[in-house]
């Protein structure tokens, strides 16, 4: 069984061990495709995104087509095929979101951070992602920095959120 | 199974407990328009073109994943169902080039019928376009995802009918593409090229690799002699483009049409399925007397190789068990060998001046030609293939009335075979024709079946079975006296997977195993005209057996011609000569 120490000490792994945990984490799910997008979020949570090689390795391991690992992944915006950068901004566009003003962070945000949604910047400190309700409704239109939440964002307080960052 | 009573449309049926609402409506000739449903292979309500109203129900149901229920109350054809189906149909327009004109499936088309079915006059929505990617890479395959209506026939088909899973669905939304992952080509996929999702397509998304322009310039170019041979189950399906019922045999209308097309001679596969019986026949024998009187037991059991996506999908899935395929080149392969050897030296033309085109039932067999083994003496064995479609584009754009055309017999000496080569095209027909011979060749006795037929292989039963009981051989084979041959037949590569890890595992109790890579066999591969379902693959099925019975000549080694080809140029079955032109050697390739 992979433990938390496991996972909380990935970012110091070589690449062989990060596969080697990944390997456990498929073991403990038993290898099942019905346990496929557990498997895919522990492998985001090891490698920090999901390469074609990370798929191709769970495809091998769990013996079923690269073509349907790739189909699940790329369904959910969570799951990225592309390294992520230092910070993920999230952005929910969930109904109550998106009617106080959501859709107006997200632009600015574009702005501020000159890449698109799905997108690292150049220098990799910050991934823009949107999510679809994060459960957070009351905080409208709220916005996650890894995995901190904040709540009521307006473009008008982008500059102060992320400077506090850099 | 008890009955359900309900009423569609103020009519009071019966149906199977089970049963969905469209296939009841069906049952009582009520046809719900449809889209992607596909009788046995697609239900899954992804183009909800088939909803209906049901009383006591909030939103309209989709019918083809609805099963009927005790009281049911369903109306097909009220104006809410009518004015939705027209909606969703322009909404999967809006996403659609609508270039018909240009579109190689104008007027053989489902959205189109569709369209005319439910009456649409115009369209109000012009949506986001999806991906315009046109995916060449392959050499059977071609996919034009801009044209693509997102209806998962070719997804169900690879994934759950195939076993292969290389079509998938990728992104959401308009972002949606089908196809292998988004870093891969199907040309550099696990794809098997067997073409069933070309077969499925109700669109014009999925195409074979086109060949006749290739085709055209040989037959219009003065110095190429050009050669064309035709597999069995094409003439089994080649009138269903020109408006004959499924099943009906045009063997002699194909032979003309492809004289009138210029082609300088009409040579038959056939000749070398008879030519496949007598090599691969040997060879099981061979692996045969080696397990039983030595102390080396050969690879068992052994498995046909005619089918060349079956052949792709074995490499990539069960690499380490190459050694059970027969080493046997397909039929066709086979042909185009002896064709640039034994014939060219027969009409002395050297064989970089001869052109062979293989008209095949199957998309597969246009990869397989440009598999690097595929050639002889520095010559490549075919240059082209053509599916029957192909073919029969061919003849229409040559102005040729093939309705009107007489008969005309294939050209000699490699036109000539005999029933058992007929059967190739169907499944359990490579078996059938190698027991008839093998059995002979065992007992010195022929086999003792009624009209020769092995009927426990006979059908479209996903895996079939036969115990053969060897008694009395000739003294060669005594020690096969009492022992029971075990032979299995599939279809499909998902039966084969089947097949194969029993294999695998050690527990497989069977000598030799037929597989053919679509399901029914040739008649319904991937080149064949379409629509296809069980009752046309009956049709066609059954027209292979007419044909069959209809000749004098049922068995492969009573062949005379074949028989000749030994005796003044390849010496004997597995000879010297045999290995290097007749056979062939597999590559071990990546699962993913």
């Known amino acids: 069984m992979i433990t938390h120490e496991e996972i909380c000490s990935v970012h110091s792994m070589t690449e062989a061990e990060k596969y080697r945990v990944l390997e456990q984490v498929m073991d403990d799910y038993d290898r099942k495709e019905n346990n496929l997008i557990q498997i895919l979020h522990m492998a985001q949570a090891i490698f920090g995104y999901l390469p074609a090689e990370v798929q191709s390795f769970i495809a091998e391991k769990m013996d079923i087509p690269n073509s349907k690992v790739n189909s699940v992944l790329t369904f959910y915006s969570f799951f990225s095929t592309k390294p992520k950068g230092k910070y993920t901004v999230g952005i929910c566009l969930g109904t109550a979101c998106y009617v106080r003003g959501g859709k107006d962070v997200v632009n600015k945000l574009k702005e501020v951070l000159g890449c698109d949604v799905g997108e690292t910047t150049d220098d990799k400190i910050f991934s823009l992602q949107v999510m679809r309700c994060i459960g957070a409704c009351g905080l409208a239109p709220a916005m996650t920095i890894n995995d901190k939440v904040y709540k009521q964002v307006n473009p008008n307080k982008l500059h102060r959120i992320l400077g506090m960052l850099k | ?592």
Request: a negative charge; hydrophobic letters at 35%.
């Open chain 2, 1 to 592: 199974m008890s009955l359900v009573t309900l009423s569609i449309n103020d009519k009071t049926i019966q149906a199977e407990e089970g049963t969905t609402i469209f296939e009841a409506a069906k049952q009582n000739n009520i046809l719900i328009p449809h889209f992607c449903y596909l009788e046995n292979v697609h239900q899954m309500g992804s183009c909800r073109i088939c909803v209906v109203e049901v009383d006591g129900a909030r939103n309209l149901m989709a019918s083809c994943v609805t099963e009927v229920r005790e009281g049911m109350v369903v109306h097909t054809n009220t104006s809410k169902v009518r004015k939705v189906r027209k909606v969703l149909y322009e909404l999967i327009l809006s996403d659609h080039p609508k270039n018909c004109l240009g579109c190689h499936r104008n007027q053989n088309c489902e959205l189109q019928d569709l369209g005319e079915q439910i009456q649409i006059d115009g369209f109000r929505f012009e949506g986001v376009k999806s991906k315009d990617i046109v995916d060449s890479t392959s050499a059977s395959i071609v996919r034009d995802s801009s044209k693509c209506i997102l209806c998962r026939r070719c997804v169900t088909v690879c994934n759950e009918i195939q076993g292969v899973g290389v079509m998938n669905a990728h992104h959401r939304g308009f972002a949606t593409f089908i196809g292998p992952s988004e870093d891969e080509s199907l040309g550099h996929s696990i794809c098997t090229n067997c073409g069933q999702c070309i077969v499925v397509c109700p669109v014009g998304a999925l195409k074979e690799k086109d060949s006749t322009q290739l085709v055209w310039d040989a037959l219009l170019d003065k110095s190429k002699t050009v050669i064309v041979q035709t597999a069995p189950a094409v003439r089994v399906a080649l009138g269903e483009k020109f408006g004959f019922e499924p099943g009906t045999l045009v063997t002699g209308k194909m032979a003309t049409s492809l004289r009138e097309l210029g082609f300088n001679y009409v040579f038959d596969t056939n000749f070398a399925a008879d030519l496949t019986i007598l090599e691969e026949g040997s060879e099981f024998l061979k692996r045969v007397t080696e397990t039983f009187t030595t102390a080396e037991p050969a690879v068992l059991p052994m498995i046909t190789s005619c089918s060349p996506g079956w052949i792709k999908y074995v490499e990539h899935q069960y690499p380490n068990h190459l050694g059970h395929l027969s080493s046997c080149k397909s039929p066709h392969m086979m042909l185009g060998a002896l064709i640039k050897t034994y014939f060219a030296e027969k009409i002395n033309i050297d064989p970089k001046d001869i052109f062979v085109v293989s008209v095949m039932p199957c998309t597969a067999k246009k990869f397989e030609i440009t598999r690097p083994e595929m050639e002889s003496n520095g010559v490549r064995d075919v240059d082209a293939v053509l599916t029957t479609r192909e073919l029969a584009r061919m003849i229409k754009d040559a102005g040729i009335d093939f309705a009107q055309l007489p008969d005309s017999e294939f050209d000699s000496p490699l036109g000539l075979s005999s029933g058992a080569a007929d059967i190739f095209g169907t499944t359990g027909g490579v078996m059938e024709a190698a027991i008839r011979t093998v059995y002979e060749l065992v007992t010195g006795r022929e086999l003792p079946m009624e009209a020769l037929h092995v009927q426990p292989l006979v059908g479209l039963k996903q895996v079939k079975t036969a115990d053969l009981k060897i008694e009395n051989p000739v003294e060669a084979y005594s020690f096969l006296d009492g022992v029971t041959v075990k032979v299995a037949v599939t279809s499909g590569l998902k039966g084969a997977s089947k097949l194969m890890e029993e294999i695998r595992l050690g527990t497989s109790p069977y000598h030799f195993i037929e597989v053919m890579g679509c399901p029914g066999g040739c008649i319904s591969g991937g080149g064949q005209p379409r629509p296809v379902d069980d009752s046309v693959r009956m049709k066609r099925m059954q027209a292979i057996y007419r044909e069959d019975e209809g000749k004098q000549l049922r068995k492969s080694h009573q062949n005379k011609d074949v028989m000749a080809l030994y005796k003044d140029f390849l010496g004997h079955p597995l000879g010297h000569l045999s290995h290097e032109l007749l056979h062939t050697t597999y590559v071990k390739r990546d699962k993913n």
